[in-house]
């Protein structure tokens, strides 16, 4: 889920008409709330779509501000946010808004790809190493590494020494 990047454009109506804009889309006469927002900003719903456009009269200076702060918010889940704004109570992130998306990503920063990689860039810096000393360059799981470590060796991109440590296979 957390794969699912989903985006959430809202635009907010002020002095200057959008209704070019607007008529492009499917015009939702209803009522501003969490649910409504969250059902149009998430994928394979029947109204989802990645922007919406609020039409100033259809909401108080402060609903606006609100959606303001909505938009602006970096670092509460949007489901958790919209849901508190309305007086609900949910303590559980959705996993698929931007801002989770965002978390997720912090916490989990390689993919095996992204670790190869790096483990490829610090044994081309140096003629080579123990797994123990990759490890220790990472801030990950061992275990993570150790599994990364071996898909290169069935890949054919590092080798095991004499030694017991690990070396980039040379292309020449
Ligand atoms: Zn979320």
Redesign the pocket.
């Known amino acids: 889920m957390a794969k699912r990047r989903i985006g959430a454009l809202i635009t907010i109506e002020q002095e200057t008409g959008i209704d070019d804009y607007a008529e492009t889309g499917t015009p939702i006469d209803g009522v501003l709330t969490s649910q409504l927002l969250t059902n149009i900003f998430t994928p394979n719903t029947p109204l989802h779509d990645g922007a919406v456009i609020i039409k100033q009269n259809k909401i108080k200076s402060e609903k606006i501000d609100a959606v303001v702060k909505y938009v602006r918010n970096k670092s509460i889940?949007?489901?958790?946010y919209l849901l508190a704004y309305f007086g609900e109570k949910n303590n559980k992130?959705?996993?698929?808004?931007d801002?989770?998306i965002k978390v997720n990503k912090k916490s989990r920063p390689y993919g095996h790809e992204q670790l190869s990689q790096n483990i490829l860039t610090l044994l081309s810096s140096h003629d080579s190493l123990s797994s123990k000393e990759i490890i220790s360059h990472f801030n990950l799981d061992s275990s993570v590494i150790l599994s990364t470590l071996q898909l290169l060796l069935d890949s054919n991109k590092i080798t095991i020494t004499s030694q017991n440590k690990l070396e980039i296979i040379s292309n020449e």
């Open positions: 889940c949007r489901s958790c992130n959705c996993g698929i808004c801002v989770c």
